[in-house]
């Protein structure tokens, strides 16, 4: 049953202003009588009816099971909403507006409605190893130093098809080693301190991606990253688009130019802009001219068979009707 909650209240990233919106929720309206997560999971989702209810799945079948899964629909039109509340665990909170107000929006929603102490990263399409959280649980309990931690990934097609990982430096020296060329901490991966996320919001003026590494990009001085060894998540990925990919580059040109004498100097920035136009007419001569596989590949790690038959086991674990944990 969809219920009208009352007004909602959340932080614009881009001006740091409130605004309140009445959301409608489902399934848990009664929150404040249920016990309080540990860990909230944040996960905005559109038109994912095909690929959402893996996702489901794989959460359901997590090995940690004091969390809460806090979905924000963007406006879908498909009956992905229908595929979340179909599961009917009270541990889901579905909430709609019927409005499209993309990703960071959504994020910064999702932030403000969290009731954990810890906030992990979730996508409608990707695929939860089943320990994730009680190994990124245990790292940021045992390291109270470190405010965001990610991990590794395998990188699958649509069918369940793995052909490469995607493993990241683990300490925060080496990862911000060269903050002008990127910050390896996987945005699907992320889990991290509800305060640090609360304190950092997405930036939702300029829509268009990397949303994740305007952030890693903004708070790399004041905060701690780290990532695990381990493989944490399937990351869903066909092949890259062309708009996604310029806009992207645009993005982080942008980024880089706004950062300059500041979180970088003029000199790398301009060095990393120079990188960045390069990428896009690499990306531009590839997709046009249909090679989109071989990009998939450049960007993945090789697959070491251990690894390919850890992956296939917890594909098709997941496409079996979910256990939920205890």
Same mark, same amino acid.
């Given at each position: 049953m969809v219920v009208e909650a009352r *007004?909602? %209240?959340?932080?614009?990233? #881009?001006?740091?202003?409130? /605004? &309140? $919106?009445?959301? @409608? %929720? =489902?399934?848990? =309206? @009664?929150? $404040?009588?249920?016990p309080l997560p540990l860990i909230s999971i944040a996960m905005s989702v559109l038109n994912c009816?095909?690929?959402?209810g893996v996702t489901m799945v794989s959460i359901l079948n997590q090995t940690y099971g004091n969390w809460e899964l806090v979905v924000m629909d963007d406006g879908s039109t498909d009956g992905t909403a229908e595929v979340v509340k179909s599961f009917g665990d009270p541990r889901v909170r579905l909430?709609?507006?019927?409005? !499209?107000?993309?990703?960071p929006g959504r994020l910064n929603q999702a932030i403000q409605l969290a009731r954990g102490q810890y906030i992990a990263r979730m996508d409608g399409d990707d695929v939860m190893y089943p320990d994730r959280l009680a190994k990124q649980l245990a790292f940021l309990e045992s390291h109270p130093e470190i405010d965001l931690v990610g991990g590794g990934?395998?990188?699958? !097609?649509?069918?369940? @098809? &793995?052909?490469?990982?995607?493993?990241f430096p683990a300490g925060h020296d080496e990862i911000c !080693?060269? *903050?002008?060329?990127? %910050? *390896?901490? #996987?945005? *699907?991966t992320w889990m991290g301190k509800a305060e640090w996320f609360r304190a950092h919001p997405y930036p939702e003026a300029d829509h268009l991606f990397p949303e994740d590494r305007d952030l890693l990009f903004r708070t790399f001085r004041e905060s701690r990253f780290a990532n695990l060894p381990d493989i944490v998540l399937g990351y869903r990925e066909e092949g890259p688009k062309l708009k996604t990919c310029l806009n992207a580059r645009r993005h982080s040109v942008k980024m880089?130019?706004?950062? $300059?004498?500041q979180e970088v100097s003029y000199a790398q920035a301009l060095r990393s802009c120079a990188l960045q136009w390069i990428a896009a007419a690499v990306e531009l001569v590839a997709i046009g001219s249909?090679?989109?596989?071989?990009?998939?590949?450049?960007? &993945?790690?090789?697959?070491a068979p251990a690894v390919a038959e850890r992956w296939q086991s917890v594909w098709e674990m997941n496409r /079996?009707? $979910?256990?939920a944990a205890g």
């Amino acid at each position: 049953m969809v219920v009208e909650a009352r *007004p909602v %209240v959340w932080r614009n990233g #881009s001006h740091g202003q409130m /605004k &309140a $919106a009445a959301l @409608e %929720v =489902d399934g848990m =309206d @009664e929150e $404040a009588k249920s016990p309080l997560p540990l860990i909230s999971i944040a996960m905005s989702v559109l038109n994912c009816r095909r690929t959402v209810g893996v996702t489901m799945v794989s959460i359901l079948n997590q090995t940690y099971g004091n969390w809460e899964l806090v979905v924000m629909d963007d406006g879908s039109t498909d009956g992905t909403a229908e595929v979340v509340k179909s599961f009917g665990d009270p541990r889901v909170r579905l909430f709609r507006d019927g409005q !499209r107000r993309r990703l960071p929006g959504r994020l910064n929603q999702a932030i403000q409605l969290a009731r954990g102490q810890y906030i992990a990263r979730m996508d409608g399409d990707d695929v939860m190893y089943p320990d994730r959280l009680a190994k990124q649980l245990a790292f940021l309990e045992s390291h109270p130093e470190i405010d965001l931690v990610g991990g590794g990934m395998v990188v699958f !097609r649509n069918g369940g @098809e &793995a052909y490469g990982t995607r493993i990241f430096p683990a300490g925060h020296d080496e990862i911000c !080693r060269k *903050p002008w060329l990127r %910050v *390896p901490v #996987s945005h *699907p991966t992320w889990m991290g301190k509800a305060e640090w996320f609360r304190a950092h919001p997405y930036p939702e003026a300029d829509h268009l991606f990397p949303e994740d590494r305007d952030l890693l990009f903004r708070t790399f001085r004041e905060s701690r990253f780290a990532n695990l060894p381990d493989i944490v998540l399937g990351y869903r990925e066909e092949g890259p688009k062309l708009k996604t990919c310029l806009n992207a580059r645009r993005h982080s040109v942008k980024m880089l130019l706004g950062g $300059a004498g500041q979180e970088v100097s003029y000199a790398q920035a301009l060095r990393s802009c120079a990188l960045q136009w390069i990428a896009a007419a690499v990306e531009l001569v590839a997709i046009g001219s249909g090679l989109n596989e071989r990009i998939l590949k450049h960007r &993945a790690g090789p697959l070491a068979p251990a690894v390919a038959e850890r992956w296939q086991s917890v594909w098709e674990m997941n496409r /079996k009707p $979910a256990v939920a944990a205890g």
